[in-house]
């Protein structure tokens, strides 16, 4: 059971709206995060004295909480704290700075693109990449001091990481600019990184990638980014595989398709032919009487599924090529075989003359 709204503010079941501002504006200001930070009761009592502050600065929830004793808005607290504070406080806290900073902070994220072929993709693949990064300098140990030396407080600010300026009768707090918040100054940067803590490096690492990745995919390495900042955790870096494009092959998915050209005859007679796999050739059969763009499957022979059992299918659609030109022989031949069926065609000949039949009926 939360506590009664008006004692967490310290007023009175009749105090004004004014005074109800007053007595909340007191207690942010003494338990605002900022001010205290890393005290959970002093937090609590903050969060405590806006959740009040929400429901008594309103005058029909107040008349609700006044009658029943609570107010039927879960969540409002939460959820309208962040605004409600803005507004009664920015100015307040405008530009205020935050007491001192620390220095840790994590490292970039890096990506590196690896371009890899087909069949790499297919069989998977284990290699050396060199990664540009910032790495914790080891002459300072990524303090960025040199050796023997430590920081001192900061002569601008005291120490405080903010300065306070004074305008007539406003006096407004600031990051210290000469320490940008931390507090203390490096008076011996180490010689190697400057003070920055960090040396640029180049790194050789081993990657692992898994059969049947495909183009676009990255994997994340954890850690192996750029080193944090005063201590702070490195970031990762990303590999993202670029899959160069296959002589033959166009993938969808697991599945490898490949535009074979063929000649009528081949289709008419049927044939055997040579056709691109993955690492290799082999046969393929060509049924007699096979029809243009007529996909033929090798099942089984596409990419593997990517950390699944099994491939996917090689598919080959049949393009029929006509020669453009012929030599006496093959004319000569052609001219026999459309003599040899005269009326004979294939069904679609058939059922398109016997529609034309029907119109001219
Ligand atoms: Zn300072
Ligand atoms: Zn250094």
Excluded at 16 to 31: C, G, P, T, V
Excluded at 152 to 158: G, K, N, T, V, Y
Excluded at 182 to 202: D, I, L, M, T
Excluded at 210 to 230: H, N, V
């Amino acid at each position: 059971m939360p506590r009664d709204y008006y004692e967490v503010l310290g007023v009175s079941r009749n105090a004004s709206e004014a005074e109800i501002k007053r007595a909340y504006r007191q207690l942010a200001m003494q338990y605002h995060p900022d001010r205290n930070p890393g005290d959970k009761g002093a937090e609590e009592r903050f969060k405590e004295a806006s959740q009040a502050y929400a429901i008594l600065s309103d005058g029909d929830k107040r008349a609700q909480y006044d009658r029943f004793g609570s107010v039927g808005v879960g969540g409002f607290a939460e959820q309208g704290f962040g605004t409600l504070f803005e507004d009664i406080f920015e100015s307040f806290f405008a530009g205020t700075g935050r007491g001192r900073r620390s220095r840790a902070a994590r490292g970039e994220d890096l990506q590196y693109e690896l371009k890899i072929t087909l069949d790499e993709a297919a069989a998977g693949l284990e290699t050396k990449i060199q990664i540009p990064r910032m790495e914790r300098c080891g002459e300072c140990n990524g303090t960025g001091l040199e050796p023997g030396s430590r920081r001192i407080a900061c002569d601008m600010c005291q120490g405080r990481g903010e300065v306070r300026l004074s305008q007539g009768f406003l006096t407004v707090a600031r990051t210290c600019p000469k320490c940008h918040g931390e507090g203390e100054v490096n008076r011996n940067p180490c010689p190697a990184c400057r003070g920055e803590s960090r040396q640029r490096a180049e790194r050789l690492l081993q990657v692992k990638i898994p059969p049947g990745i495909d183009d676009g995919m990255q994997l994340r390495i954890s850690a192996e980014g750029s080193a944090g900042y005063g201590g702070g955790p490195p970031g990762d870096l990303y590999v993202l595989v670029r899959i160069k494009e296959h002589e033959l092959f166009v993938r969808n998915g697991a599945d490898l398709y490949c535009d074979l050209p063929v000649t009528f005859a081949q289709l008419a007679l049927g044939a055997e032919t040579d056709v691109p796999v993955l690492g290799g050739t082999v046969k393929l059969k060509i049924p007699a009487g096979s029809q243009p763009n007529q996909v033929l499957k090798l099942r089984g022979r596409g990419m593997p599924r990517l950390r699944e059992r099994g491939h996917g299918d090689a598919c080959y659609r049949l393009i029929l090529e006509v020669p453009p030109k012929l030599n006496a022989r093959q004319r000569e031949a052609l001219e026999a075989f459309e003599a040899a069926s005269k009326g004979q065609g294939g069904p679609l000949i058939s059922s398109f003359l016997e529609r034309m039949k029907k119109l001219l009926e």
